[in-house]
Protein backbone atom coordinates (compact mmCIF):
# COMPACT_ATOMS: atom_id res chain seq x y z
CA UNK A 1 0.00 0.00 0.00
CA UNK A 2 1.81 3.24 -1.26
CA UNK A 3 0.70 6.16 0.16
CA UNK A 4 1.36 10.05 -1.16
CA UNK A 5 0.55 13.85 0.73
CA UNK A 6 2.12 16.69 1.06
CA UNK A 7 3.85 17.17 4.50
CA UNK A 8 2.16 19.33 6.82
CA UNK A 9 4.49 20.18 9.82
CA UNK A 10 3.38 20.36 13.50
CA UNK A 11 5.55 20.39 16.65
CA UNK A 12 5.67 17.62 20.07
CA UNK A 13 3.21 16.91 21.77
CA UNK A 14 -0.16 17.75 19.71
CA UNK A 15 -2.87 16.36 21.79
CA UNK A 16 -6.54 15.69 21.30
CA UNK A 17 -7.67 18.43 22.07
CA UNK A 18 -5.47 20.91 19.75
CA UNK A 19 -6.73 18.20 16.96
CA UNK A 20 -10.70 18.68 17.53
CA UNK A 21 -11.97 21.10 20.50
CA UNK A 22 -14.37 19.30 22.85
CA UNK A 23 -16.76 21.96 22.28
CA UNK A 24 -17.89 20.55 18.90
CA UNK A 25 -18.17 16.41 20.40
CA UNK A 26 -21.86 17.78 20.53
CA UNK A 27 -22.28 16.39 17.18
CA UNK A 28 -21.87 13.39 15.31
CA UNK A 29 -21.43 15.30 12.29
CA UNK A 30 -17.85 14.35 11.44
CA UNK A 31 -17.86 16.57 8.07
CA UNK A 32 -17.95 19.50 11.10
CA UNK A 33 -14.97 17.94 12.57
CA UNK A 34 -13.14 17.49 9.69
CA UNK A 35 -13.71 21.75 9.26
CA UNK A 36 -12.45 22.41 12.91
CA UNK A 37 -9.58 20.26 12.53
CA UNK A 38 -6.44 21.85 14.53
CA UNK A 39 -8.55 25.34 14.83
CA UNK A 40 -7.05 26.65 17.90
CA UNK A 41 -3.40 25.66 16.61
CA UNK A 42 -4.16 27.26 13.60
CA UNK A 43 -7.65 28.42 12.33
CA UNK A 44 -6.60 27.90 8.37
CA UNK A 45 -5.03 24.34 8.64
CA UNK A 46 -7.87 22.58 8.52
CA UNK A 47 -8.48 23.67 5.04
CA UNK A 48 -4.95 22.74 3.61
CA UNK A 49 -5.29 19.03 4.87
CA UNK A 50 -6.82 17.51 2.18
CA UNK A 51 -4.36 14.89 0.71
CA UNK A 52 -1.69 15.63 3.35
CA UNK A 53 0.96 13.39 5.25
CA UNK A 54 0.92 15.05 9.13
CA UNK A 55 5.19 15.11 10.24
CA UNK A 56 4.89 15.58 13.72
CA UNK A 57 7.12 15.82 16.62
CA UNK A 58 6.85 13.46 19.62
CA UNK A 59 3.48 12.36 21.51
CA UNK A 60 1.06 12.77 19.02
CA UNK A 61 -2.21 12.17 20.13
CA UNK A 62 -1.38 12.68 23.67
CA UNK A 63 -4.32 13.76 26.13
CA UNK A 64 -8.06 12.48 26.00
CA UNK A 65 -8.83 9.02 24.68
CA UNK A 66 -11.40 10.30 22.27
CA UNK A 67 -11.92 8.28 19.29
CA UNK A 68 -12.77 11.16 17.00
CA UNK A 69 -9.41 12.87 17.10
CA UNK A 70 -8.78 10.32 13.96
CA UNK A 71 -11.91 10.49 12.88
CA UNK A 72 -11.28 14.27 12.37
CA UNK A 73 -8.29 14.00 10.69
CA UNK A 74 -9.14 11.39 8.32
CA UNK A 75 -12.69 13.04 7.76
CA UNK A 76 -10.61 16.67 6.54
CA UNK A 77 -8.63 14.78 4.42
CA UNK A 78 -5.09 13.41 6.25
CA UNK A 79 -3.41 10.22 4.48
CA UNK A 80 -1.07 9.59 7.40
CA UNK A 81 0.61 10.65 10.25
CA UNK A 82 4.23 10.86 10.50
CA UNK A 83 5.91 11.03 14.10
CA UNK A 84 8.91 9.34 16.88
CA UNK A 85 5.93 8.35 19.01
CA UNK A 86 2.46 8.44 19.49
CA UNK A 87 0.02 7.87 23.02
CA UNK A 88 -1.01 4.27 22.64
CA UNK A 89 -4.73 4.92 22.50
CA UNK A 90 -4.34 7.40 19.96
CA UNK A 91 -2.30 5.03 17.98
CA UNK A 92 -4.70 2.10 17.90
CA UNK A 93 -7.91 4.37 17.76
CA UNK A 94 -6.45 5.62 14.56
CA UNK A 95 -5.44 2.12 13.35
CA UNK A 96 -9.34 1.26 14.10
CA UNK A 97 -10.74 3.84 12.24
CA UNK A 98 -8.34 2.84 8.89
CA UNK A 99 -5.99 6.09 9.51
CA UNK A 100 -2.19 4.81 9.05
CA UNK A 101 0.29 6.33 11.83
CA UNK A 102 3.95 5.46 11.24
CA UNK A 103 6.03 5.63 14.18
CA UNK A 104 9.15 7.57 12.19
CA UNK A 105 11.70 10.28 13.40
CA UNK A 106 12.32 11.91 9.84
CA UNK A 107 12.52 15.67 8.82
CA UNK A 108 10.14 17.39 7.97
CA UNK A 109 9.99 20.41 5.27
CA UNK A 110 6.55 21.95 4.73
CA UNK A 111 4.35 21.34 1.72
CA UNK A 112 7.39 18.50 0.57
CA UNK A 113 6.03 15.16 -1.70
CA UNK A 114 5.92 12.49 1.08
CA UNK A 115 5.51 8.85 0.05
CA UNK A 116 4.91 5.85 2.37
CA UNK A 117 5.72 2.05 1.43
CA UNK A 118 3.44 0.87 4.51
CA UNK A 119 4.31 -3.06 2.87
CA UNK A 120 7.91 -1.77 2.45
CA UNK A 121 8.55 -0.17 5.94
CA UNK A 122 9.75 2.93 4.19
CA UNK A 123 9.03 6.58 3.99
CA UNK A 124 10.58 9.11 1.39
CA UNK A 125 10.39 12.82 1.61
CA UNK A 126 12.80 15.04 -0.68
CA UNK A 127 14.93 12.52 -1.80
CA UNK A 128 15.71 11.29 1.74
CA UNK A 129 14.19 7.72 3.08
CA UNK A 130 13.29 6.80 6.58
CA UNK A 131 12.73 3.19 7.88
CA UNK A 132 9.02 2.83 9.39
CA UNK A 133 8.82 1.05 12.68
CA UNK A 134 6.73 -2.02 11.54
CA UNK A 135 3.03 -2.38 11.90
CA UNK A 136 2.23 -6.07 12.78
CA UNK A 137 0.68 -8.06 10.28
CA UNK A 138 -2.84 -7.75 11.76
CA UNK A 139 -2.74 -4.11 11.63
CA UNK A 140 -1.47 -3.96 8.11
CA UNK A 141 -4.33 -6.14 7.38
CA UNK A 142 -6.85 -3.46 8.98
CA UNK A 143 -5.08 -0.46 7.21
CA UNK A 144 -5.86 -2.42 4.21
CA UNK A 145 -9.23 -2.95 4.55
CA UNK A 146 -10.11 0.66 5.82
CA UNK A 147 -10.65 0.15 9.42
CA UNK A 148 -11.48 -1.83 12.56
CA UNK A 149 -15.67 -2.26 11.15
CA UNK A 150 -14.26 -3.31 7.52
CA UNK A 151 -11.83 -5.55 8.10
CA UNK A 152 -14.16 -7.66 10.92
CA UNK A 153 -17.40 -7.52 7.85
CA UNK A 154 -14.65 -8.81 5.40
CA UNK A 155 -13.36 -11.60 7.75
CA UNK A 156 -16.47 -12.78 9.75
Known amino acids: MQIKGRAVCL ?40 GSVIVSGKNFGCGSSR ?43 EGEDVTVDLDGGEVQAGGRSYPIRPLSPRMLEILHAGGLVAYWRDNR
Not at 20 to 39: C, M, N, P, Q, S
Request: glycine residues 6%.
Open 11 to 50: GEDIDTDMIIAGRYLRTKDRRLWATHVFEDLDPALAGRLD
Open 67 to 109: EQAPVALKEAGVQAVIAPTFARIFFRNSINVGLPVLEVRCECV
